[in-house]
Each structure stands twice: as structure tokens, then as C-alpha cells.
């Protein structure tokens, strides 16, 4: 399956401001934006050009794909998911990139960037409702149980991952027991509920033309 493996720390810094895409690393001041808040490439230190109506478009979708780690051409798939389901599309399409499984982990505290908690789903570390799933994109419902996998539990690797992500606030829209790494889909997410620095009006605007 096709995916970025460059820095990321390039992608923060060409849409020009911290997306947490390594986690709490982000929040130190070693951070590369911190050190570079200027775009990558041999121009990036220059003057930055006033953004066309298209070009804060683009640019907003881009921030989206980032954040949430998926390709054109899959989130063009969520777009128009978003566009049949009946409300308000840019919430729908907000909500559909929230609830995929690697981000629910990711807000339960069981990876320290949406990137690791990816890698737990991938590694078979998770099930959901007592049925392991390795699919990062799964989309969960109201009413799922996500647990770390009961022979998984004693990791070291969950032990060194808990004790950075264990002071993360957990979103509404989901109930955490921290004690038993499980964690209860308890509705879907608001527009208020997904804190991402995210216009995603101006996504539908581009999609829409």
C-alpha cells in the first residue's frame, strides 16, 4: 500500500505550522519548525506569495490529507463518501477521516503520533469487539470496544508509549478505561469535538468546482 515515508517534519513546515504529525515530540522546542519555520527547497526562506482562492484550497486539503495520513486518492474516496451522506459535507468528511481505527487509537493514547498508532493496527495489536483488526482505514461505529489485544498488553513497547501519551486528553466522543487499554466509541464526533487546524469548508469549495 502506497504511503509517504519522507521527513515530516517537511510537510509541517510547508503548510507553515505544526500538524503533530510526530506526536508530543512536536511540543518540545527541538521541534524543526521551531528551528525552520520557513517552506522546504532552496526558495523556501524567500518572500511567501499571497495564496489564491484555489491556492488556500489546495492548501487546506493538503493540511487534511497530512494530519490523517492518507493519499489523493483515497481521500478523494472520503470526499465524495461525505458528499452522499445526508448533512452538512464538510463535517461528514471530517468526521469519516475521525473515525477511522488508526486515529480512534491514536486519540485512546495508544500511539504517540497517528503514524505509530497506524503501525500498532498494522502489527496486529488491536481488536476491535474482541476480533483483531489489522486495517488501519476501518471505520468504527458507535458501540465498538477498541482494546490492545490481551497478549499485547505487557509490551514494552505500550508500557514506553503510555508513559507519553497517558496526560492526552481524550476526545468526547470517546470513553477511555486506561487500566485495561480499551477504550468505547461512545458517539460520533462533532465538528467542536476534532480540534485539527482544518478549514474544511474550503475542501468542499475545491472538490465542488
Not at 11 to 34: D, M, P, T, V, W
Not at 121 to 147: A, C, E, M, W
Amino acid at each position: 500500500m502506497a504511503r509517504y515515508i519522507g521527513p515530516v517534519c517537511r510537510l509541517c513546515r510547508r503548510e507553515g505550522e505544526k500538524l503533530f504529525l510526530k506526536g508530543e515530540r512536536c511540543a518540545k522546542g527541538s521541534c524543526a519548525i521551531n528551528k525552520r519555520p520557513t517552506p522546504p527547497g532552496q526558495h523556501g526562506a524567500g518572500r511567501r506569495k499571497q495564496l489564491s482562492e484555489y491556492g488556500l484550497q489546495l492548501r487546506e486539503k493538503q493540511k487534511a490529507k497530512r494530519i490523517y495520513g492518507v493519499l489523493e486518492g483515497q481521500f478523494r474516496k472520503y470526499y465524495d463518501m461525505a458528499d452522499r451522506i445526508p448533512g452538512v459535507t464538510g463535517e461528514n468528511l471530517v468526521r469519516l477521516l475521525e473515525m477511522r481505527l488508526d486515529n480512534a487509537v491514536y486519540r485512546l493514547g495508544y500511539g504517540r503520533s497517528r503514524t505509530e498508532a497506524r503501525q500498532v493496527v498494522r502489527h496486529n495489536l488491536i481488536t476491535v469487539n474482541g476480533k483483531r483488526v489489522n486495517i488501519p482505514s476501518y471505520q468504527v461505529k458507535v458501540g465498538d470496544v477498541i482494546q490492545v489485544a490481551e497478549k499485547s498488553k505487557n509490551l514494552t513497547r505500550f508500557k514506553d508509549i503510555l508513559d507519553v501519551s497517558s496526560g492526552r486528553s481524550v476526545p468526547e466522543w470517546l470513553t477511555a478505561d486506561p487500566e485495561n487499554l480499551r477504550g468505547t466509541v461512545s458517539s460520533k464526533p462533532s465538528r467542536e469535538q476534532v480540534m485539527i487546524p482544518v478549514r474544511e469548508t474550503l475542501i468542499v469549495e475545491l472538490y465542488s468546482k
